[in-house]
């Protein structure tokens, strides 16, 4: 920054020299040539004090006076066929012809536009010519000429150009250096916010900026920054939970395993018994298999990537069929399952697998937790913003204070009697699924009457 700053100042400061310097050889060019033109009249009053070329011969010295005086100024009288009738320098020192251009006759006013430019090796001459006369208006008409060099002003030009060169490099450094300290009195916070930001860790991760100080523009980078380390906080803490609490699931079933087969391998024992102790096993692995599965469908839900295969579904369709699947388990429980007919022809988008799965999961549960006797109710409503589907079931259901923890991973709300087969991750993978669908799963419990479950499938603009 400092740099570009220094190359910017240079730049501005270059630009505005030039043009300062461009505009006083202008200026000085036009009040000379405007000099030129007043000797010029000057000399056509002078002429018209004589009567003859042979009287400006003898009295010349008012000629040589008028342009006495001023550097470089040269005048010469000649007669109309060119003949030289005075000259106020020395011949070797002007051009022994000059250019007739531009002749301004007798009857107009000579004025800056008629001085026109001549070379004369090493330099440049500006000239005005013009014609005047002896006596009166009829008299002898005699050529003016007028000349100054160009470089008259060359010497004073080169000192102002060093000057203005010195003035553009000591402004543009002096521009460089309180940039460079600006740029280094503005940048103290980042600094900050960098070394902040090298302390922060996933062990250390309470730090935050000061928000309030600095300037304005770093004060919203440091909200932003703040806000982000609260998210990857959170995440953190969530993510280092969600470990302890998989350690700790897989602890059990490993620890069962352990345990039956050192119990086994303690003393020789028959067939059937190493049978037994292969099919309780087995039923540990299952279980295993199961948590592992679920879980990494979680992880990769979390890290989105989950692609979804949205299709248009018969809603009525795939509730009948969910519920054929289920009957038979229901019924062995003596439960009635039950589907309740409101919204008929209504189409879902959704993915098919995973949509089973999620209505899978909660009739499951539902079966698990309805007594003998209950009844499971499956009911698909249109609500205002899309379709919803409700699974209700009678039972204990669930007390107030596990309702806002039903849906996190590895939470159980009856933990006094787990269950072998419980894993604790079924709602969680509801609620991951709805998600993935831009959708909603939510839960209402009357413990002792009702629980029900219902999945919102967003379908308006606004989802
Ligand atoms: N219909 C229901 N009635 C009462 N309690 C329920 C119902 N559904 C879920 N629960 C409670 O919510 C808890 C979490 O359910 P979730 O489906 O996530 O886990 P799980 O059923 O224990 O294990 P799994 O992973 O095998 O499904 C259950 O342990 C249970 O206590
Ligand atoms: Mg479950």
Redesign the pocket.
Request: charge should be neutral.
């Given at each position: 920054m400092t740099l570009l700053f220094a190359i910017v100042s240079v730049l501005t400061f270059a630009a505005v020299g030039t043009y300062l310097y461009q505009v006083l050889v202008r200026k000085i060019e036009l009040r000379d040539d405007g000099r030129l033109v007043d000797k010029v009249v000057l000399v056509r009053s002078l002429l018209s004090d004589y009567s003859s070329i042979a009287s400006i011969d003898r009295a010349p010295a008012p000629f040589r006076h008028s342009v006495h005086g001023i550097d470089g100024l040269v005048l010469r009288l000649s007669s109309m066929d060119g003949k030289v009738i005075l000259q106020t320098t020395a011949p070797m020192y002007f051009p022994s012809t000059l250019s007739p251009q531009g002749l301004v006759p007798i009857t107009r006013t000579p004025q800056a536009e008629d001085v026109h430019r001549q070379s004369w090796a090493p330099d440049e001459l500006r000239v005005l010519n013009a014609i005047g006369v002896l006596g009166d208006v009829a008299g002898t008409p005699v050529q003016i000429s007028i000349s100054r060099p160009r470089s008259r002003h060359s010497e004073f030009l080169r000192h102002y150009l060093l000057n203005l060169a010195c003035a553009v490099t000591l402004g543009a450094t002096v521009v460089a250096v309180l940039g460079f300290l600006i740029v280094r009195q503005g940048m103290a916070p980042l600094r900050m916010v960098i070394s902040q930001a090298n302390n922060i860790s996933t062990h250390r991760m309470n730090t935050r900026l000061p928000a309030q100080r600095g300037p304005l523009e770093l004060r919203e980078l440091g909200a932003a920054f703040n806000a982000m380390l609260d998210r990857l906080e959170d995440g953190v803490q969530r993510l280092s939970g969600f470990a302890a609490d998989l350690a700790h699931d897989l602890r059990t079933p490993v620890n069962t395993l352990m345990m039956e087969t050192q119990v086994a391998l303690s003393r020789p024992r028959t067939v059937e018994e190493y049978q037994t102790l292969a099919a309780s096993n087995l039923e540990e692995y299952e279980h295993l298999a199961t948590m592992i599965e679920?879980t990494l469908f979680l992880a990769r839900v979390d890290n989105a990537g989950l692609a979804i295969n949205r299709q248009t579904l018969d809603a009525q369709a795939e509730l009948l069929r969910i519920r054929n699947y289920f009957e038979g388990l229901a019924e062995e429980a003596g439960i009635t399952l039950t589907l309740a007919q409101t919204a008929a022809n209504a189409t879902l988008d959704a993915d098919a697998t995973l949509l089973r799965r999620a209505l899978g999961?909660l009739l499951?549960?539902?079966i698990?937790?309805t007594p003998r006797g209950g009844a499971i109710t499956l009911t698909l409503r249109q609500a205002d913003d899309g379709l919803q589907i409700d699974v209700a079931?009678t039972?204990?259901?669930?007390a107030a204070q596990h309702l806002p923890h039903?849906f996190e991973r590895y939470?159980?709300?009856?933990s006094a009697r787990p269950s072998n087969?419980?894993?604790?991750?079924?709602?969680?993978i509801v609620r991951a699924i709805m998600r993935l669908h831009g959708g909603e799963a939510t839960v209402h419990s009357m413990p002792g009457a009702t629980?029900t479950?219902s999945l919102r499938f967003c379908s308006a603009p606004t989802c």
């Amino acid at each position: 920054m400092t740099l570009l700053f220094a190359i910017v100042s240079v730049l501005t400061f270059a630009a505005v020299g030039t043009y300062l310097y461009q505009v006083l050889v202008r200026k000085i060019e036009l009040r000379d040539d405007g000099r030129l033109v007043d000797k010029v009249v000057l000399v056509r009053s002078l002429l018209s004090d004589y009567s003859s070329i042979a009287s400006i011969d003898r009295a010349p010295a008012p000629f040589r006076h008028s342009v006495h005086g001023i550097d470089g100024l040269v005048l010469r009288l000649s007669s109309m066929d060119g003949k030289v009738i005075l000259q106020t320098t020395a011949p070797m020192y002007f051009p022994s012809t000059l250019s007739p251009q531009g002749l301004v006759p007798i009857t107009r006013t000579p004025q800056a536009e008629d001085v026109h430019r001549q070379s004369w090796a090493p330099d440049e001459l500006r000239v005005l010519n013009a014609i005047g006369v002896l006596g009166d208006v009829a008299g002898t008409p005699v050529q003016i000429s007028i000349s100054r060099p160009r470089s008259r002003h060359s010497e004073f030009l080169r000192h102002y150009l060093l000057n203005l060169a010195c003035a553009v490099t000591l402004g543009a450094t002096v521009v460089a250096v309180l940039g460079f300290l600006i740029v280094r009195q503005g940048m103290a916070p980042l600094r900050m916010v960098i070394s902040q930001a090298n302390n922060i860790s996933t062990h250390r991760m309470n730090t935050r900026l000061p928000a309030q100080r600095g300037p304005l523009e770093l004060r919203e980078l440091g909200a932003a920054f703040n806000a982000m380390l609260d998210r990857l906080e959170d995440g953190v803490q969530r993510l280092s939970g969600f470990a302890a609490d998989l350690a700790h699931d897989l602890r059990t079933p490993v620890n069962t395993l352990m345990m039956e087969t050192q119990v086994a391998l303690s003393r020789p024992r028959t067939v059937e018994e190493y049978q037994t102790l292969a099919a309780s096993n087995l039923e540990e692995y299952e279980h295993l298999a199961t948590m592992i599965e679920n879980t990494l469908f979680l992880a990769r839900v979390d890290n989105a990537g989950l692609a979804i295969n949205r299709q248009t579904l018969d809603a009525q369709a795939e509730l009948l069929r969910i519920r054929n699947y289920f009957e038979g388990l229901a019924e062995e429980a003596g439960i009635t399952l039950t589907l309740a007919q409101t919204a008929a022809n209504a189409t879902l988008d959704a993915d098919a697998t995973l949509l089973r799965r999620a209505l899978g999961n909660l009739l499951s549960n539902a079966i698990a937790h309805t007594p003998r006797g209950g009844a499971i109710t499956l009911t698909l409503r249109q609500a205002d913003d899309g379709l919803q589907i409700d699974v209700a079931n009678t039972g204990d259901g669930v007390a107030a204070q596990h309702l806002p923890h039903i849906f996190e991973r590895y939470y159980r709300a009856d933990s006094a009697r787990p269950s072998n087969a419980s894993t604790g991750l079924g709602l969680a993978i509801v609620r991951a699924i709805m998600r993935l669908h831009g959708g909603e799963a939510t839960v209402h419990s009357m413990p002792g009457a009702t629980t029900t479950f219902s999945l919102r499938f967003c379908s308006a603009p606004t989802c």
